[in-house]
C-alpha cells in the first residue's frame, strides 16, 4: 500500500465526520473542542449543515489531490501537472499542519479541547508529506518490464 492510500483514507475518515455533522446539523469534528451553544446564533436556518458540506467537500478535494498523485502519466506528463499536483501535496500538507499545531496547542494551554482532532491532524499531515516524498521517485518497474526490455524495439 502506498502512503498516498492511507493518506486518502485518513482523509475519508474526516470526510464522513463532516457528513455526520451535517446529516445532524452540528457545528464542530470528532475529536475537536466543544462547540459553545452561542456559536450557531451566527448561522442561519441551514447554514450549519451547509458549512459543514462545505467542510467534506474539501476534505473530498484532499483526497482527489492524493490521488492525482498516485497517477503516473509516463513521459507525457507534463511539468505543469506535476508542479501543480506537488503544490497542492504542499497546500494539504501545510493545511493539515496548522490544524494540529493549533488543535494541540489550544488544547494544552486553554481548556476548550481538541487534541484528539489535533493530534488526527499530525498524523494526516505526516502522510501528505510522506505522499509528497514519492512524488520525487520514478515510477515502479514491474518484473515482466526488466526481463523483456522496451517492446518492439526491433519493429
Same mark, same amino acid.
Given at each position: ?55 467534506? /467537500? ?5 483526497? /482527489? ?10 513521459? /507525457? ?18 493545511? /493539515? ?59
Amino acid at each position: 500500500m502506498k502512503v498516498a492510500d492511507a493518506g486518502i483514507a485518513w482523509t475519508a475518515l474526516y470526510v464522513a465526520s463532516k457528513i455526520a455533522y451535517a446529516l445532524e446539523g452540528r457545528l464542530g469534528v470528532t475529536g475537536g473542542p466543544v462547540v459553545q451553544p452561542e456559536s450557531y446564533l451566527s448561522y442561519g436556518p441551514g447554514e450549519v449543515a451547509s458549512a459543514q458540506w462545505a467542510n467534506a /467537500a474539501s476534505g473530498v478535494v484532499v483526497m /482527489a489531490i492524493l490521488l492525482a498523485g498516485r497517477l503516473r502519466l509516463g513521459r /507525457a506528463k507534463a511539468r505543469w501537472v506535476h508542479v501543480s499536483v506537488v503544490t497542492g501535496h504542499w497546500l494539504c500538507g501545510l493545511m /493539515a499542519a496548522a490544524g494540529a499545531v493549533g488543535m494541540v496547542g489550544g488544547a494544552l494551554f486553554t481548556d476548550r479541547g481538541g487534541a484528539v482532532f489535533g493530534l488526527y491532524c499530525g498524523v494526516w499531515a505526516a502522510l501528505i508529506a510522506l505522499s509528497t516524498r514519492d512524488l520525487r521517485r520514478p515510477p515502479e518497474r514491474t518484473a515482466a518490464a526488466t526481463t523483456t526490455g522496451p517492446a518492439d524495439q526491433n519493429a
